[in-house]
């Protein structure tokens, strides 16, 4: 039983030994993942940067610099081109702080990450309306912000990007004949996006759809509207000179 004895105590002090020998790294400080965190920025090591903010704002989310750190850990994904992580880090922005004085940017910033992933009218998924929507949000909640600017031009870009979504697929039910879905397109334009440069254009096409399927009053009646409101535009001319010809033959 005292051999027992004996060796059971050797046996703790040898285990003392080992846990004395094993260092305790102790947890880092906010100042010093900050200043990890834009020592990888000032490098442009973007992915590395925006991990570290994210670190400073989840093990301190109670500090003043929680809210920086999210807006920086989104910027920093925002140019590392990871724009669903960046939208991610303003969303919980959002969330957390939605009276922050930094909430315009993040709908600025938010807004680009929709807005560089717009790609041409064929292949869109739909990223130009939810751009639209931050920027307008952004306008309307905060119309004095220096990023309100910004914002309107590329809301009149979408604006008109989206019109033109929407013009060329009722150009390919034209050739294809389904006119009312030509129709229903084409009125969508007219009605919803008439400070656009496809307006004209729609109302023409609209003259034409008209016409294809014998509402005769219908298309006079968005001819006149094209003619009133846009007397000097191209599609103007073109649609009296289509009328001129159909007259002399």
Known sequence: MKKIL??????????????????IVPEQTLPQIYAKAYD??????????AAEFLVAETQY????????????????QYLDGDFAGAILAADRFMRFHPGHADVA?????????????VSDVRREPGMSVYALQQFEQLVQRFPRSPYAENAKNKIAILKNYIAGKVMYAARNDMVRQNWPSAISHLQSVVATAQETV???EAMFRLTEAYTAIGLDEQARGYADMLKLNFPDNEWTKKLEKKTNNMEHD
Not at 40 to 49: D, P, S, V
Not at 61 to 76: E, F
Request: glycine share 4%; charged share 20%; proline share 5%.
């Open 6 to 23: 004996i060796l059971f105590v050797a046996s703790l002090s040898l285990a003392a030994c080992a846990g004395a020998d094993k260092k």
């Open 61 to 76: 989310p109670a500090s003043p610099w929680a809210a920086d750190a999210l807006v920086m850990a989104a910027y920093s």
């Open 40 to 49: 990888e920025f000032n490098k442009e090591h973007y992915e590395e940067a």
């Open 198 to 200: 496809m307006t004209p």
């Open 105 to 117: 940017y993040i709908l600025y910033l938010r807004g680009m990450c929709y807005y560089r992933q």
